[in-house]
T-cell receptor
């Protein structure tokens, strides 16, 4: 069965620190990959997505992620975090055929200290 | 463009009662998904509609859950009778999909269900 692992459940950083959140998935076929963010009191919003092409994907608010097929990974990065990046981050995977339903990781709560 | 909306935002009911959650997808989105997050766990898929048809209901926990999407517009998810373990946040999402091309899903704010 497909599964998604997010290794860090809670991360605390100071402003301007660099961020990398890990995401690994288990599925041997072709996948679509997503990172979503949920700010406090808000709904899930798409940060970035990978469907095909350049494995380095840039998203909103300065976030980027790199798809490494050989490692089944799609890690999220940001060079310099801000207090406003405090949120919960979710990695999700879907197949490229069928229902396109998402398999989510457990989420990572990021707290950025001002 | 209006986003995905869900009603109610919160619901507190007693064990054994019935609750109906509603989701209005983005206009024109044929695909509608229901997910649930139990506290401390990952967001899990429940089911998927394409227009009014159930495409995949493999994630529905049991027959106490009934989802409908009459006319291919809004959807309801009924829990009857509710049990304590049904507590959690129920998310709805919608997406376009044209043939074999998939698109990202847009999520609603969720309904927080508490069963006491």
């Amino acid at each position: 069965a497909q599964s998604v692992s997010q290794h860090n459940h809670h991360v605390i950083l100071s402003e301007a620190a660099s961020l990398e959140l890990g995401c690994n998935y288990s599925y041997g076929g072709t996948v679509n990959l997503f990172w979503y963010v949920q700010y406090p009191g808000q709904h899930l919003q798409l940060l970035l997505k990978y469907f095909s092409g350049d494995p380095l994907v840039k998203g909103i608010k300065g976030f980027e992620a790199e798809f490494i097929k050989s490692k089944f990974s799609f890690n999220l990065r940001k060079p310099s975090v801000q207090w406003s990046d405090t949120a919960e981050y979710f990695c999700a995977v879907s197949r490229t055929s069928g229902t396109y339903k998402y398999i989510f990781g457990t989420g990572t709560r990021l707290k950025v200290l001002a | 463009e209006a986003g995905v909306t869900q009603f109610p935002s919160h619901s507190v009911i007693e064990k054994g009662q019935t609750v109906t959650l509603r989701c209005d997808p983005i206009s024109g989105h044929d695909n509608l998904y229901w997910y649930r997050r139990v506290m401390g766990k990952e967001i899990k898929f429940l089911l998927h509609f394409v227009k009014e048809s159930k495409q995949d209901e493999s994630g529905m926990p049991n027959n106490r859950f009934l989802a409908e999407r009459t006319g291919g517009t809004y959807s309801t998810l009924k829990v009857q009778p509710a049990e304590l373990e049904d507590s959690g946040v129920y998310f709805c999402a919608s997406s376009q999909a044209l043939g074999a091309v998939s698109y990202e899903q847009y999520f609603g704010p969720g309904t927080r269900l508490t069963v006491t």
